[in-house]
């Protein structure tokens, strides 16, 4: 759970600070923002993708933790 976390984050904050210096780049701003764009996108989609127990609770509305 916190590797996953931790992959997340890396990912998460690398993509963010290479689309934040693509813009300062002489040369491959292009590829440099893509990339970054990337990142951001495969990150989000490693934590979208990770199961969990958000909406399996025991304690949920109806208290029935299968609906």
């Keep these: 759970?916190?590797?996953s976390f931790l992959f997340f984050m890396i990912l998460f904050i690398g993509g963010i600070l290479l689309l934040g210096i693509s813009f300062g780049?002489?040369?491959f701003q292009a590829l440099a923002f893509c990339g970054g764009l990337l990142l951001v996108t495969l990150a989000?989609?490693?934590m979208l993708r990770e199961g969990g127990s958000a909406t399996r609770r025991s304690k949920n509305w109806s208290?029935?933790?299968t609906e």
């Design 63 to 65: 208290g029935n933790p």
């Design 25 to 27: 780049l002489p040369a």
């Design 44 to 46: 989000m989609a490693f």
């Design 1 to 3: 759970m916190i590797l």
